[in-house]
């Protein structure tokens, strides 16, 4: 069993930064998994937003974010971050981590075994 727990949510305004933090335990956690964000707007499907391997060396983002999005990991504190800059409107969204035994990136939500509860990031005009 793995229990993922987001934090680092809120409400900013335009051109804000936040940095977003997973917390993965239990006893099937596994360092070698690679970890995902995803994110679900209102009326829109579970979007892909960064995913990044054990170890680090290799991460993915979505379009929408490149440049001003970057996810990393602390494998000690079994973590994982999004570190979001020049925050939009349109980046308002729940944001999911979620955990997934194979090792590469899929951008795909199916890929992912484990899931988060998420937490709300809000971004006002």
Do not use: H
């Amino acid at each position: 069993q793995v229990q993922l727990v987001e934090s680092g949510g809120g409400v900013v305004q335009a051109g804000d930064s936040l940095r977003l933090s997973c917390a993965a335990s239990g006893p099937s956690f596994s360092r070698y998994y690679t970890m995902g964000w995803f994110r679900r707007s209102p009326g829109k499907e579970r979007d892909f937003v960064a995913g990044i391997i054990w170890n680090g060396l290799s991460t993915k983002l979505a379009d929408p974010v490149q440049g001003r999005f970057t996810i990393s990991r602390d494998n000690a504190k079994n973590t994982v971050y999004l570190e979001m800059n020049s925050l939009k409107p349109d980046d308002t969204a729940i944001y999911y981590c979620a955990a997934g035994r194979r090792m590469i990136v899929d951008t795909s939500a199916q890929e992912y075994d484990y899931w988060g509860q998420g937490t709300q990031v809000t971004v006002s005009s």
